[in-house]
């Protein structure tokens, strides 16, 4: 199958999380979906993205308590998407210029998946070493 569009790769359904949910509930939304990341929301609106970095970084390595800081203390508020018809190119592209690891796919104001530097490696060369690394079962 040749991958043409970021709807063809993308990760969905997307796990949202308010900007006041509590970094231990939205590391324990991420451990039960074995995801990296979750989009934060107001009101359907994108307010930013966390990742698990995130939260060992900016909260944790700081000396923080996951159970009393909230996900809009750490998360990252400028947040890059690209639209669900966007080409595989213009996705990196985007993550490139932005420096990120992952995308919010949003198709007018509601996000519709998230797509992940190991998505687009796996789309562009499935035999790839970040290929197979990103598919590969988590550690546990």
């Not at 359907?44 to 970084?57: A, E, F």
């Not at 932005?98 to 035999?127: F, Q």
Request: glycine share 6%.
């Amino acid at each position: 199958m040749v991958v043409r569009t970021i709807d063809q790769v993308m990760s969905s359904p997307v796990r949202t999380v308010s900007p006041d949910t509590s970094l231990r509930e939205a590391a324990e939304i991420m451990r039960d979906a074995d995801v990296g990341d979750v989009v934060v929301t107001r009101d359907r609106q994108i307010m930013g993205i966390l990742t698990d970095r995130d939260i060992v970084v900016r909260c944790v390595a700081e000396g923080g308590d996951p159970s009393e800081h909230s996900v809009g203390d750490v998360c990252s508020s400028e947040v890059a998407t690209v639209p669900p018809q966007s080409g595989i190119a213009d996705a990196v592209h985007v993550m490139r210029t932005s420096a990120v690891r992952r995308l919010p796919v949003v198709d007018g104001d509601r996000v519709v998946g998230v797509v992940s530097m190991g998505d687009l490696a796996r789309a562009v060369d499935e035999d790839s070493a970040l290929a197979d690394v990103s598919a590969a079962d988590p550690n546990r």
